[in-house]
């Protein structure tokens, strides 16, 4: 079984300031973690991923994350906000289930609002 | 590349008729596709996987016989929402699994509204 939480439904910084939003995950077996943005009415955009490599995985957008085995995290980081990146914010993570299949599980997702 | 189109974006039907949304991965092959659904304030639900050339998966709490998923090639999957209410208006997302990159592309999305 694998599972996402995402703290903070809402998260409000001004512009310029750090962006921080937390994920943390559990899975049965190494998960691969995902960061995805969602704009008003439309799809999800893959930020960045984790497949078992380097730790510390950069994005677009200037978005990086850190995954942190001992605290089954992987929290989304940018330096500086810019207006541009307010959207929602989703955690996922990946796994292959009992039929073979990868399935991703998705947390609750995560509004940026950022102020000027 | 790895772009997967969602069509219709947005469709409002009558209550009681059927809709079917197309998912098309346009530049690769997509051996598995997946079908959500996103509430109001919720994260997005899976409620199925399809494999081309095989029946669909559905998680526990779907209604087959409602959303008929259909994966007939590998750049094609089509959902169909049977006789529809207004408690099915919802957006509904569909990703696409590269066949070879270890990551599911996602459609835009298509916003179903029934009256």
């Known amino acids: 079984a694998q599972s996402v939480t995402q703290l903070g439904s809402h998260v409000s910084v001004s512009e310029g300031a750090l962006v921080l939003l937390r994920c943390n995950y559990s899975?049965?077996?190494?998960?691969?973690l995902f960061w995805y943005v969602q704009y008003p009415n439309q799809g999800l955009q893959l930020l960045l991923k984790y497949t078992s490599a380097a730790t510390l995985v950069k994005g677009i957008n200037g978005f990086e994350a850190e995954f942190k085995k001992s605290e089954t995290s992987f929290h989304l980081t940018k330096p500086s906000a810019h207006m541009s990146d307010a959207a929602e914010y989703f955690c996922?993570?990946?796994?292959?289930?009992?039929?073979?299949?990868?399935?991703?599980?998705f947390g609750i997702g995560t509004k940026l609002q950022v102020i000027p | 590349g790895a772009v997967v189109s969602q069509h219709p974006s947005r469709v409002i039907c009558k209550s009681g008729t059927s809709v079917k949304i197309e998912c098309r991965s346009l530049d690769f092959q997509a051996t598995t596709m997946f079908w959500y659904r996103q509430f109001p304030k919720k994260s997005l639900m899976l409620m199925a996987t399809s494999n081309e050339g095989s029946k669909a998966t559905y998680e526990q709490g779907v209604e087959k016989d409602k959303f008929l998923i259909n994966h007939a090639s590998l750049t094609l999957s089509t959902l169909t929402v049977t006789s529809a209410h207004p408690e099915d208006s919802s957006f509904y997302i569909c990703?696409?699994?590269?066949?070879?990159?270890?990551?599911?592309?996602f459609g835009q999305g298509t916003r179903l509204t029934v009256v």
């Open positions: 899975s049965s077996v190494p998960p691969y």
């Open positions: 996922a993570v990946s796994s292959m289930n009992s039929g073979g299949y990868q399935k991703v599980t």
């Open positions: 990703s696409a699994k590269h066949r070879i990159l270890f990551e599911a592309f």
